[in-house]
């Protein structure tokens, strides 16, 4: 049997009485092959057992040239950018649906409102303690204040397994994919691309989907919420530290502006 090969694609297999009475042509497909490897081949010196011509105890080998061909190895594709947004989504799909999303985002808020309602009732009742420490229920401001920390660890427990289950769903989606992927690439696929380059994207690049990704984005999460948080207690508490918060939220994203540019080519660079 013989088995035609274009570009890592199976075009015909049969005997080649089979692929002659159909008209293909295997000639032209050699001329092909050679044709343009013919510039790029090299001539290296390799010892070759050949022949040996063995006289009392003197032996002498034979070296003949061998012509290897080289292999036409495609250059690595590179995004040149910021990440789009499709991505991060392409990401979240992988690994949770509408309800697990939901529910993540629901224990986010929760965990911050209760975080912030108990520094806000803390501020309370250091202050009426400040004022009248007679008049002050501390029984009831300890039931108040504790039911918020409860809460506040109950949700942020929460939402802390929400979003890793999330996280690990989507690792293990993606992994299967890509290795889905892999299997079913035509073997031009492995032709021009260097064994390295596949186990990177194995290795490395999964790793850090693995085991970085999830750490860095729930700790990205974390802030904002209570960076929102802040704000609006300030905005409830002394309405005119929302001017100068605001200021500074402008710098630092003048600063995260800068900084993401230069650190993601670097990021890319080690990839």
């Known amino acids: ?28 497909y050699q001329r092909q092959t050679d044709g343009p490897n013919d510039m790029n081949r090299r001539t290296s010196v390799t010892p070759s057992m050949v022949s040996s011509i063995s006289e009392g105890s003197n032996v002498m080998d034979v070296w003949e040239p061998i012509e290897v061909d080289d292999q036409d190895v495609k250059a690595e594709l590179k995004i040149i950018g910021s990440v789009e947004s499709t991505v991060y989504m392409e990401y979240i799909k992988a690994g949770a649906g509408p309800l697990l999303v939901i529910l993540t985002i629901l224990f986010l808020i929760a965990s911050q ?25 501390q029984t009831f401001n300890i039931i108040v204040y504790t039911n918020l920390i409860s809460g506040l660890f109950v949700s942020a427990l929460l939402s802390t397994i929400c979003f890793y289950i999330m996280c690990m769903r989507s690792s293990v989606n993606l992994y299967n994919r890509i290795f889905y992927a892999l299997l079913r690439s035509p073997i031009h696929v492995f032709e021009s691309s260097p064994i390295g380059r596949i186990l990177n994207r194995f290795s490395k690049d999964t790793g850090i989907v693995d085991e970085v990704l999830p750490s860095v984005a729930f700790e990205c999460l974390i802030n904002l919420c209570v960076i929102l948080g802040s704000l609006i207690v300030n905005a409830i508490v002394r309405w005119f530290l929302i001017f100068p918060a605001i200021l500074l939220l402008i710098l630092v994203f003048i600063c995260r502006y800068f900084y993401i540019r230069a650190a993601r080519d670097i990021k890319r660079l080690e990839g």
């Not at 013989?2 to 293909?24: F, P, W």
């Not at 520094?119 to 009742?125: A, D, F, P, R």
Request: negative net charge; charged residues 20%.
């Open 1 to 28: 049997q013989i088995l035609v090969l274009n570009d890592g694609e199976c075009v015909a297999i049969g005997s080649y009485t089979q692929l002659k009475e159909r008209g293909i042509d295997l000639m032209s």
């Open 113 to 137: 409102v209760l975080y912030q309602g108990s520094v806000y009732w803390l501020n309370l009742w250091t202050n009426e303690m400040s004022k009248t420490p007679d008049k002050v229920d």
